[in-house]
């Protein structure tokens, strides 16, 4: 579900085998494609923290995974998020 939302302007860009390693790693470091990198990078400010979880949780990531994942795409600069920022 996710993947198709990030997608849903561009087309299939995003695999969920990408996101699941994103979420599963708490990192963009493994994801190879480019596009793919871009578009998770705005998976915090485009999902909302339960959905994420929820993913991160299936795919055998943790609370710790996604927030690493987050610290990330801040420091690579985008957006913080208020939900995201209250729950450290």
Known sequence: ????HLNAPYGRV?????????LHSGSLGS????????LLM???VECPPQSIL???????GTWFTVRSLYQETVAN???RVKAWESAA
Do not use: E, N, P, Y
């Open 1 to 4: 579900m996710i993947a198709g």
């Open 14 to 22: 995003l695999s969920t085998a990408d996101l699941a390693l994103a």
């Open 31 to 38: 994801i190879a494609s480019d596009l793919s990198r871009a």
């Open 42 to 44: 705005s998976l915090f």
């Open 54 to 60: 929820l993913a991160a949780l299936q795919v055998g």
């Open 77 to 79: 600069g985008m957006h």
